[in-house]
């Protein structure tokens, strides 16, 4: 198979992680004889010190010209001020919206062997196979009016929380299609008790869950769910929510797994290439050490290569060698280990 990924290293620890991943991707393309060529883009605080703007039009064209976007992570101190125009941020929001990735995966797996690095008691994280579904590019995020006047002599903030029901019907479908793979539980988080966008987003959900009777569906308000996260993580399959409520409950959720620099994510749209990242920021702090934990976007590869390039086999084997490596003791610093990023690749690769 041969097909074009752009990769977008972006800001602090983003390109640590994303070369690792590529050695992952190539040494999968090796042994399977595929063709994947790769070409990098600038993205976030990068793109906006070389052109003045996260994301160039030049950039976005070519992620859309792409089978799959392999992306780091974005922003950093230099571009924090709050009163700046053009931050980072802006660049991943527009990347969502330019590529249409409407539904962000996000699973949570406990590994057996990290159930101590976690602060909750291990014998709640026994089990704990969460894939929470955050639908990425509606919502609070994007809803307009937006922005900033003075009402009544005071300075005024709108942000709107505004779906409409196709937004809702396509990714609460696609928790329902992933959730016939796994234990055929949906979980659709919602603030129906005070927000009429919750209350819409409910009426789709239970059409669909009628519709499709060997689905479980339960509705949850999200308080709610932000306590069942700790409490009875084991209990959650998928989860399906708004997308501030998704950023919010995954960055709960990656808790469990002990570090946030193991989890990755895929977004997905209506066929068009896939975006990849882990779920971690560019984490300054560590930038430039070769200690970051390259765990995230190694598995955010996996993901790509089960959903945007057709080779679930591969996928199976990447996690595996992943899984392999952690269980046998292989540990960044993150973890309590003191293996450097590409020390830990290597582990990965010798798995593989
Ligand atoms: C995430 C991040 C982003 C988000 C930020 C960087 C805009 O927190 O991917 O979860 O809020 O979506
Ligand atoms: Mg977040």
């Given at each position: 198979m041969d097909a074009q990924i752009v990769v977008l290293p972006g800001d602090g620890i983003g390109p640590e992680v994303t070369a690792e991943a590529l050695r992952v991707l190539e040494a999968v393309a090796r042994k399977g004889g595929h063709a994947f060529r790769f070409s990098e883009q600038l993205m976030g605080g990068c793109s906006i010190d070389r052109h003045g703007t996260a994301l160039t039009p030049g950039a976005l064209a070519a992620c859309k010209a792409s089978r799959a976007v392999l992306l780091g992570a974005v922003g950093g101190p230099k571009w924090d001020d709050p009163a700046a125009k053009v931050r980072p941020e802006q660049g991943l929001l527009a990347l969502r919206k330019g590529l249409g990735v409407f539904a962000n995966l996000r699973p949570v797996k406990v590994h057996p062997a990290l159930?101590?690095?976690?602060?909750?008691k291990p014998d709640r994280l026994q089990g704990v196979d969460i894939l929470v579904i955050r639908e990425l590019t509606g919502g609070l995020y994007f809803g307009q009016p937006k922005g900033r006047d003075v009402r009544d002599g005071h300075e005024r903030a709108v942000d709107t929380l505004e779906y409409q029901d196709y937004e809702v019907r396509r990714v609460v479908e696609l928790a329902f299609r992933l959730a016939r793979g796994r234990r055929r539980k949906v979980t659709s988080v919602d603030k129906a008790n005070v927000l009429e966008s919750s209350r819409l987003w409910r009426q789709v959900a239970t059409a669909i869950g009628k519709a499709d009777p060997e689905v479980a569906l339960d509705h949850m308000l999200v308080d709610t769910a932000s306590m069942r996260l700790v409490m009875a993580p084991a209990s959650f399959d998928v989860v399906v929510t708004e997308n501030m409520f998704g950023d919010i409950l995954t960055d709960e959720a990656s808790v469990l797994a002990g570090s946030m620099g193991m989890l990755p994510s895929a977004s997905l749209g209506d066929g068009g290439p896939g975006l990849y990242e882990p779920i971690h920021g560019s984490a300054p702090d560590i930038a430039g050490q070769g200690i970051a934990n390259p765990v995230g976007t190694i598995l955010s590869a996996a993901m790509m290569l089960r959903?945007?390039?057709?080779l679930p086999a591969e996928a199976d084997a990447v996690e595996a060698a992943v899984h392999r490596a952690i269980a046998d003791g292989c540990r960044t610093r993150d973890l309590g280990g003191a293996l450097q990023t590409s020390r830990m690749t290597d582990e990965i690769l010798r798995r593989l």
């Open positions: 159930l101590d690095s976690s602060p909750l959903h945007s390039l057709g």
